[in-house]
């Protein structure tokens, strides 16, 4: 940390086109060190089970790559291709037919 002073007055003499190529080489340093960091410290878990007789998998439980779509539990009934799962938002749908009187969520449920 001892070189910042003398990097904000280098800086402060560089051209704007200059300051904006070292922001980009900033920008890849960064990805390319958090890369590295989290592989690091990957293979450091990794051991880490290995010495209790466990792989990451069994202290981290499996991860999967994408999200596990979830079934509908609410169906329009004027449009039925509508449908909710009843996880975020409700649908403008469902919310239109919830406002008319007398209407309950378990109206629409499936």
């Known amino acids: 940390m001892a070189r910042l002073p003398k990097i904000a007055a280098d800086l402060a003499e560089l051209r704007l086109s200059d300051l904006l190529d070292l922001q980009k080489q900033v920008a890849v340093a960064i990805v390319?060190?958090?890369q590295t960091e989290?592989?690091?410290l990957k293979a450091k878990l990794t051991a880490l089970a290995a010495e209790a007789g466990l792989s990451l998998d069994d202290v981290l439980g499996p991860r999967s790559g994408?999200?596990?779509l979830v079934s509908p539990k609410y169906r329009n009934p004027e449009k039925p291709e509508e449908t909710w799962a009843g996880r975020?938002?409700?649908p403008l749908w469902l919310v239109a037919q919830?406002?008319?009187r007398g209407a309950t969520i378990k109206d629409f449920a499936i």
């Open 98 to 100: 919830l406002q008319k």
């Open 32 to 34: 390319e060190r958090r």
């Open 66 to 68: 994408s999200k596990a």
């Open 88 to 90: 975020g938002r409700k």
């Open 38 to 40: 989290r592989a690091d």
